[in-house]
């Protein structure tokens, strides 16, 4: 059974930046697409960034620039660097790997 537990989370100021990271567990981590979603309180959720085991990365708007996805095949992670954050990036973040998805992590941004 695939758990997936999110780390990083958690209050910063504008222009900040923040670390994510996702553990995997309870898989081979061997061929893979994984990625990092947002979703705010009566939003949809949407996609941040998209990894595959093979290191290919999507970067979706309107993070594109400011993220970097990367992920360590040996550790199973799956790690999202955020830089400059801003007030419209607070929303609670998902990893997801393959169709399991993570609990979700708060992400506040706010002076």
């Known amino acids: 059974q695939v758990q997936i537990a999110e780390f990083g989370g958690g209050w910063v100021q504008p222009g900040e930046s923040l670390t994510l990271s996702c553990v995997v567990s309870?898989?081979?981590?061997?061929?893979?697409?994984g990625g990092w979603s947002r979703q705010v309180p009566g939003e949809k959720r949407s996609v941040v960034a998209t990894?595959?085991?093979?290191?290919?990365?999507i970067y979706t708007r309107p993070t594109k620039g400011r993220v970097v996805i990367t992920r360590d095949m040996a550790k199973k992670t799956i790690d999202l660097q955020i830089t400059n954050l801003q007030p419209e990036d607070t929303a609670i973040y998902y990893c997801n790997y393959q169709n399991d998805w993570g609990q979700g992590i708060q992400v506040t941004v706010s002076s």
């Open positions: 309870g898989t081979p981590f061997d061929v893979w697409i």
């Open positions: 990894i595959d085991s093979r290191g290919g990365t």
